[in-house]
Every structure is written in structure tokens, then in C-alpha cells.
T-cell receptor, first 116, second 116 residues
Framework: AQKVTQAQTEISVVEKEDVTLDCVYETRDTTYYLFWYKQPPSGELVFLIR??????QNEISGRYSWNFQKSTSSFNFTITASQVVDSAVYFC?????????????FGSGTRLSIRP | GAGVSQSPRYKVAKRGQDVALRCDPI?????LFWYQQALGQGPEFLTY????????KSGLPSDRFFAERPEGSVSTLKIQRTQQEDSAVYLC??????????????FGPGTRLLVL
């Protein structure tokens, strides 16, 4: 069965600290996509990144970086030098393109609070 | 606007009332998805359209839930005889037709439904 686990329910750090959000996934398929979405207080889900299961190269985008480890089925997200505007709920997600719907399976989210 | 839009943004219904939630996808997006997000949880898949065809409705929780997309653009999610457990945020997402990026879904702001 497909499953995404975000064990950290809430994280609170002081501004400028680095923070890593953990994500572990389960899937039977060899081809799949992994995502991170940000949900600020306004409620809209903001797409951050999509990774193909065949591409394990880590990615950096500004203060954001992602570490994809297929051997441990993890796709962790690090924010460097956090800012108050980073406060939001972050969701890790999985989709299997072979399924008829290509629906996304979301984790339960990690609420990140950045204190000034 | 360029993004997915949903209306109404907020809806309060009395138990037993029927409601209709609207989604306007990004222009040209072939695929459209509906998700339900309960408080403090990640979104859960409800149903999926490719153009006007509803290809997967396995996530609809009961036969009180009905979705349509008659012209392959705007979609409506209808809930009949609402119950208190239907209270949630209903998110709509769309994705473009190009195969290379078909797994990236872009979400609307959601409709927050409260059933009293």
C-alpha cells in the first residue's frame, strides 16, 4: 500500500536556524513521484518540488534543499536560515503515475513555526 | 487569474442541506482532482477527471457525494443531505496535459464547509 509518514507533527525554531522536515514513504511501484507542498495560513497548497523516483540527485533552490534517499525511502526537506515567512504546514506526498488517477497521497503534515 | 479558483470560499450549511462547490481549473489543464482535507490532516483524494470523463471516484465517501465536469473545464462537487462529518476544506487541483509534467498538480484555495 502507498503511505507517506511525517513523524514530526510540529516543529518550532528560532529565526535563522536551519530546520529539517522528515518524510518516509511506502510504495510497491518502482516508478513514482514525490512532492513537497507548503500550506500557509491562507490555506492554499503551494507546490514546492516534484522528484522522479529515478532521479536521486539532491536539489537546492535558494534556502530550500531536498535529500532523496531511495535506500531508506526518505525524502527530507531542509530550510536553511529559516525566516518567519516560512511558518506553514508542510506536506510530503507521493503519486504513482501508473494508477488510473495519478492521485496524490499526502502525509499528515508538519506544522513549522519560526519564532522571531 | 492564472491559478485554480474555487467558490464559495466559505460555506455554512444546516445538516440535511444540499451544497454545491465550484472549481475553475487553470486554462488548458486536462486533469482535475478533488480532495477533502479534515482539520489537522493532509488532503485525501476524492475523485479525478480527465477532460469531462470521471476516471476515478473511488475516494468519494458516500453516494451523497457527486462530482461533474460536463464540458471538461469547470467542475462542481455536490454533497446531498450534508452531515456534520462532511465539515472540511474541499480542495480542487488541476494539472496540465503534457506528459512530462502531468503529475504536478496545482491547487486552488479551497472551500471551507461547515455543517451545523
Amino acid at each position: 500500500a502507498q503511505k507517506v509518514t511525517q513523524a514530526q507533527t510540529e516543529i518550532s525554531v528560532v529565526e535563522k536556524e536551519d530546520v529539517t522536515l522528515d518524510c518516509v514513504y511506502e510504495t510497491r511501484d518502482t516508478t513514482y513521484y514525490l512532492f513537497w507542498y507548503k500550506q500557509p495560513p491562507s490555506g492554499e497548497l503551494v507546490f514546492l518540488i516534484r522528484r522522479n523516483s529515478f532521479d536521486e540527485q539532491n536539489e537546492i533552490s535558494g534556502r530550500y534543499s531536498w535529500n532523496f534517499q531511495k535506500s531508506t525511502s526518505s525524502f527530507n526537506f531542509t530550510i536553511t536560515a529559516s525566516q518567519v515567512v516560512d511558518s506553514a504546514v508542510y506536506f510530503c506526498a507521493l503519486s504513482e503515475p501508473h494508477s488510473s488517477a495519478s492521485k496524490i497521497i499526502f502525509g499528515s503534515g508538519t506544522r513549522l513555526s519560526i519564532r522571531p | 487569474g492564472a491559478g485554480v479558483s474555487q467558490s464559495p470560499r466559505y460555506k455554512v450549511a444546516k445538516r440535511g442541506q444540499d451544497v454545491a462547490l465550484r472549481c475553475d481549473p487553470i486554462s488548458g489543464h486536462v486533469s482535475l482532482f478533488w480532495y477533502q482535507q479534515a482539520l489537522g490532516q493532509g488532503p485525501e483524494f476524492l475523485t479525478y477527471f480527465q477532460n469531462e470523463a470521471q476516471l476515478d471516484k473511488s475516494g468519494l465517501p458516500s453516494d451523497r457525494f457527486f462530482a461533474e465536469r460536463p464540458e471538461g473545464s469547470v467542475s462542481t462537487l455536490k454533497i446531498q443531505r450534508t452531515q456534520q462529518e462532511d465539515s472540511a476544506v474541499y480542495l480542487c487541483a488541476s494539472s496540465p496535459p503534457r506528459v512530462a509534467v502531468k503529475e504536478t498538480q496545482y491547487f486552488g484555495p479551497g472551500t471551507r464547509l461547515l455543517v451545523l
